[in-house]
């Protein structure tokens, strides 16, 4: 049969505007933090990741926040632009030494309108 | 920049065949991983794999699949008897510190089971 994938959120915004994208985590011991970009039949890129140690980091038109109190992580794109159209997923790390793995939320599809 | 290289990009198989995705990670990596995406929903881990042998997997990762690096280079994932529900993109990551550090995506193998 048919299978019907899940249906993602989606965020719509002007191109130049700012977006903010949110993901709730389920792991109060995860330390680690990392949004990822997939554009579509590609595969999941880095685009930046925070420490558990921090509540906030920049890159270039990008910032993650992290809320550990709520595990609530969120990524804001500053003036945005066509490129930036994709689905966005945060991922958490579990485990220790030699075992670990990336656990992926739901993602959200990013459109810019022009 | 190096990649993560993957090979095929796409196969189509009929279910209860053997099949072999094979990956290339970027050379200084020594932690691999593979992931897969069924159409229209999040990434899932499979596997870890480090110094030559398996550090976690998921219950996606049963008996019908296996994992080795035969030659210092190539990164397979093999799906002894595939099913239909095994359709899905599937991604090898790899990175060199291993936890607390992103991984980095291969472009993916598109599974079609038919």
């Known amino acids: 049969g048919e299978s019907v994938g899940l249906h993602l959120p989606t965020l719509s915004v002007q191109e130049g505007d700012n977006s903010i994208i949110n993901c709730a985590y389920s792991n109060s011991a995860s330390d680690y933090f990392i949004w990822y970009k997939q554009e579509s039949g590609k595969g999941p890129q880095f685009i930046i990741d925070?420490?558990?140690?921090?509540d906030k980091r920049q890159g270039q038109r990008v910032t993650v926040l992290l809320n550990k109190t709520v595990k609530h992580l969120s990524l804001q794109i500053a003036a945005t632009q066509p490129g930036d159209s994709a689905v966005y997923f945060c991922?958490?790390?579990?485990?220790?030494?030699?075992?670990?793995?990336?656990?992926f939320g739901q993602g959200t599809r990013l459109t810019i309108n022009p | 920049e190096p990649e993560v290289t993957q090979t095929p990009s796409h196969q189509v198989t009929q279910m209860g065949q053997e099949v072999i995705l094979r990956c290339v990670p970027i050379?200084?990596?020594?932690?691999f991983y593979w992931y897969r995406q069924i159409l229209g929903q999040k990434v899932e881990f499979l596997v870890s794999?480090?110094?030559?042998?398996?550090?976690?997997k998921s219950e996606i990762f049963d008996d019908q699949f296996s994992v080795e690096r035969p030659d210092g280079s190539n990164f397979t994932l093999k799906i002894r008897s595939t099913k239909l529900e095994d359709s899905a993109m599937y991604f090898c990551?790899?990175?060199?510190?291993?936890?607390?550090?992103?991984?980095?995506f291969g472009p993916g193998t598109r599974l079609l089971v038919l």
């Open positions: 990551a790899g990175n060199r510190q291993g936890p607390r550090e992103t991984q980095y």
């Open positions: 925070i420490r558990s140690n921090m």
């Open positions: 050379s200084n990596h020594l932690y």
């Open positions: 991922a958490e790390n579990f485990g220790i030494q030699g075992a670990q793995k990336l656990v």
């Open positions: 794999f480090y110094n030559n042998e398996i550090s976690e």
